[in-house]
């Protein structure tokens, strides 16, 4: 099948090279022409695991391209938009400037029988507002929401956990034969697959992304109350887990949530409901946001605190400037955050990161950076570890503390031993952990 990808950012480049990958004729549409060179020359502008060999494989193959025009993705039997859609700058909701001129722009090329699928995350309700744009060409449209996982995205692409299709007609409608035809092979290896309208598809993603947000806003408050008596958080998840009705994945306290969707999709959540007049079903996502925000600046003052109330001067190795391991995603970062707020403080921060130094740099310049991690650690009189990447939950505690001034550390992911750190000289600090 022909297929267009309409915006080549995380989510749209990940899923045309994936659909080229399972043989699917796919291009790649975006404005941002230096984007468009790199892809064409199978290079991702960003860091994704296992991203690049399927991308240059794409290329390579004939069956992916990439182009700033959208007349080339005229005759595609399907497009995909998959533009961003970032918060506001005047408010909390989100900024559908990019779909709306993404669908603007397609609708000219579009033909009679082909179909428009939105995989951009979007207020309920969008869908049905471009209706009209995409149907006066002849062409339909349908709702398809994506659940990459940064880090995962390739695989949750090739082998999602479930399919989500927003159409009109119900299960037998031709739209769903399209989609099916599409991922032909998940849908082979038996992915559940769900049939709904324009407006469930649309609440899917908010409302997952909500529900974990909620969860990690959860164990971090009960961190909270663990820190005023004495409690171990770890623990408590751990007891509370083993609940097969709660789980323990997302109950991790520490530095919170950050990154281009669970912060914005909330926020947007939130303002969507107060315009259909339902602001206080969600009200609650208020409150997690401010849960989310306010361990950031604990971990500030525990390393303060820890210094008798002042970091000026001091040199503080931050380890982790991505919002999570296995990205070089900066956007909403915990890890980011927590080094300015301590420059700001006047300590004399040192960041280091795997991937994501470029863009933390281009967001940040007063940091100072460096690449080695042994540079960074050395002479540090605190380490702050912020991003949980392996290399850093693999640190040998011992040989660490040969190379700072002062072994005091800052977990701020709880994703260390405490027992080996402190056996190892180290003055351990984690949050909601005694």
């Not at 909701?93 to 951009?120: C, I, W, Y």
């Not at 099916?180 to 899917?204: K, M, N, Q, W």
């Not at 002062?406 to 351990?428: E, M």
Request: with cysteine; proline share 4%; charged share 25%.
């Amino acid at each position: 099948m022909k297929l267009s990808v309409i915006g080549c950012g995380y989510l749209g480049a990940v899923h045309a090279a994936a659909m080229a990958s399972i043989g699917h004729e796919v291009v790649g549409i975006d404005v941002d022409a230096e984007k468009v060179r790199r892809l064409s020359a199978g290079e991702a502008p960003f860091f994704e695991p296992g991203l690049n060999e399927i991308l240059a494989a794409g290329v390579e193959s004939g069956r992916l391209t990439f182009s700033t025009d959208m007349a080339d993705a005229a005759g595609s039997r399907v497009h995909f938009v998959a533009v961003g859609t970032p918060q506001r700058h005047d408010g909390a909701g989100a900024d559908l400037t990019f779909v709306n001129a993404a669908v603007d722009a397609l609708a000219p090329h579009l033909g009679a029988g082909e179909l428009v699928v939105g995989k951009s995350t979007v207020p309920v309700g969008t869908a049905e507002r471009l209706r009209p744009i995409v149907e006066r060409t002849g062409a339909r449209i349908a709702w398809n929401p994506e659940f990459l996982r940064e880090g995962f995205a390739v695989a949750d692409t090739l082998t999602p956990d479930r399919l989500v299709y927003g159409v009109t007609g119900g299960s037998d409608s031709e739209d769903v034969a399209t989609l099916d035809e599409v991922y032909a092979p998940a849908i082979a290896a038996g992915t559940p697959r769900l049939v709904t309208d324009f407006a469930t598809a649309e609440l899917v993603k908010v409302s997952a992304n909500a529900f974990l947000a909620t969860k990690i806003s959860f164990i971090n408050a009960m961190a909270e109350i663990a820190e005023a008596t004495g409690a171990d958080v770890t623990m408590l998840a751990d007891a509370i887990g083993h609940d097969a009705r709660i789980g323990r994945r997302f109950l991790n306290a520490g530095v919170g949530f950050g990154g281009g969707c669970l912060p914005k999709d909330i926020r947007a959540f939130a303002a969507r409901a107060e315009e259909i007049g339902r602001g206080e079903s969600v009200q609650f996502l208020k409150h997690v946001d401010e849960i989310n925000l306010r361990r950031r600046q604990r971990v500030v003052d525990l390393l303060v605190d820890s210094f008798g109330g002042s970091v000026v001067g001091r040199r503080v190795a931050v380890l982790g400037l991505a919002f999570k391991p296995d990205s070089d995603d900066t956007r909403d970062s915990p890890a980011l955050d927590v080094a300015v707020r301590l420059h700001g403080l006047g300590a004399d921060v040192v960041c280091t990161d795997p991937e994501a130094i470029d863009n933390a740099r281009r967001q940040h310049p007063q940091l100072t950076y460096e690449r080695d991690l042994d540079r960074a650690l050395e002479g540090a009189e605190a380490v702050v570890l912020v991003t949980e990447w392996r290399e850093y939950r693999d640190l040998d505690p011992v040989a660490v503390a040969g190379a700072v001034a002062r072994p005091l550390l800052v977990d701020g992911r709880n994703c260390l031993d405490p027992v080996a750190w402190r056996a190892a000289g180290w003055t351990y600090i984690g949050l909601g952990r005694p």
